[in-house]
């Protein structure tokens, strides 16, 4: 964490002047250049990534699908709504 707590009891509230007290910080001494080896950890994190990826693919394709899908047949049915609402007029006005 890169934060401190600061208890009143640290500053003083007598004086019109307020200072905080500033604690060090520990950065780790690890180092991350691409010429260190993977780990065990890494390639695990790197397949699991690429599966990920490999099924949020397959996931977006069959949204496109099922979306296409749903377009034709709201389409159909628009159709025979039309078609039918205008034989049924038809019917109507024949027998009037």
């Given at each position: 964490m890169l934060y401190r707590l600061i208890k009143n009891k640290q500053v003083d509230l007598g004086t019109d002047k307020y200072e905080v007290p500033i604690a060090p910080i520990s950065r780790p001494n690890k180092d991350?250049?691409?010429?260190?080896?993977?780990?065990?950890?890494?390639?695990?994190?790197?397949?699991?990534?690429?599966?990920?990826?490999?099924?949020?693919?397959?996931a977006k394709a069959k949204v496109a699908t099922m979306l296409e899908e749903a377009k034709s047949e709201a389409e159909l049915l628009l159709k025979k709504a039309e078609e039918s609402g205008q034989q049924k007029g038809y019917d109507k006005g024949c027998q009037e």
């Amino acid at each position: 964490m890169l934060y401190r707590l600061i208890k009143n009891k640290q500053v003083d509230l007598g004086t019109d002047k307020y200072e905080v007290p500033i604690a060090p910080i520990s950065r780790p001494n690890k180092d991350f250049t691409s010429d260190s080896p993977q780990t065990d950890e890494s390639l695990m994190l790197d397949e699991a990534r690429d599966q990920a990826s490999t099924i949020i693919g397959q996931a977006k394709a069959k949204v496109a699908t099922m979306l296409e899908e749903a377009k034709s047949e709201a389409e159909l049915l628009l159709k025979k709504a039309e078609e039918s609402g205008q034989q049924k007029g038809y019917d109507k006005g024949c027998q009037e």
